[in-house]
């Protein structure tokens, strides 16, 4: 057997997450589809368009709030995925998109002098 080495628990179970990228030509995507697992850290869900590793993509899924790393939870969680990982499936349609949830950008104040 394999050791589980991720950092967060996943969850199984079928939410629905608007995916929207841009290809390198500019051309914007948009896609519809469900996840098969979440965590606090990423997702997994099947495209039907290939993409590849390394994309940003922008997600926008209702996360419950346990899963949810802002401090202020809202009910449609929306951020930057991360593509970590892209498998093609039996289908030559379908793919699966492993994400990594990229942390929200936090104002950082500083004392003045």
């Given amino acids: 057997m394999f050791e589980d080495k991720r950092r967060q628990k996943r969850v199984s179970v079928g939410i629905p997450i608007r995916v929207k990228w841009s290809d390198n030509n500019g051309n914007r995507f948009e896609e519809v589809t469900k996840s098969i697992n979440v965590s606090s850290d990423g997702a ?25 790393k802002s401090a202020a939870p809202k009910a449609v969680y929306e951020t930057t995925g991360l593509v970590v990982r ?27 002098s």
């Fill in 44 to 68: 997994l869900f099947p495209l039907k368009v290939p993409i590849r590793a390394g994309m940003l993509l922008d997600l926008s899924l209702p996360l419950p709030r346990n899963l949810q």
């Fill in 86 to 112: 892209v498998e093609q499936t039996g289908n030559p349609q379908s793919f699966l998109i492993a994400v990594r949830f990229r942390a929200l950008k936090v104002k950082q104040y500083r004392a003045e």
